[in-house]
């Protein structure tokens, strides 16, 4: 089973950009899909972004789209969160998620489908 270490969190001002990595190893190879999801003090985790390994498929949370990218290195094992024009809204615990399963672009949203969680990373963005 994979291991996923996320870094990259701080904290930052309204408008700067973060970006957060994720690094998978111990079966990086059988990943198939990839997620970025956020859970802030008293709520629930919510999808913020996810991206199939392969073919780079993408889908977004409707208040991140056009300001975060999910990207990812193949050589490096590694995902990336681009997070541009911060607002005190995205402040959360950051995570990673990974699946051995071929996600449609409607079941990324998803948590129960990843099988393998990071440990998070703190993302505070004060106005």
């Known amino acids: 089973q994979a291991l996923l270490v996320e870094s990259g969190g701080g904290s930052v001002r309204t408008g700067d950009s973060l970006r957060l990595s994720c690094v998978v190893s111990?079966?990086?190879?059988?990943?198939?899909?990839v997620g970025w999801f956020r859970q802030a003090p008293g709520k629930e985790r919510e999808f913020v972004a996810g991206?199939?390994?392969?073919?780079?498929?993408?889908n977004y949370a409707s208040s991140v789209t056009g300001r975060f990218t999910i990207s990812g290195d193949t050589t490096k094992n590694t995902v990336y969160l681009q997070m541009n024009s911060l607002t005190p809204a995205d402040s959360a615990e950051y995570y990673c998620?990974?699946?051995?399963?071929?996600?449609?672009?409607?079941?990324?949203?998803?948590?129960?489908?990843?099988?393998?969680w990071g440990q998070g990373t703190q993302v505070n963005v004060s106005s």
């Open positions: 998620a990974t699946t051995t399963s071929f996600l449609l672009q409607a079941m990324m949203p998803t948590p129960g489908r990843y099988d393998t």
């Open positions: 991206m199939r390994w392969s073919s780079g498929v993408t």
């Open positions: 111990g079966g990086a190879g059988s990943i198939r899909t």
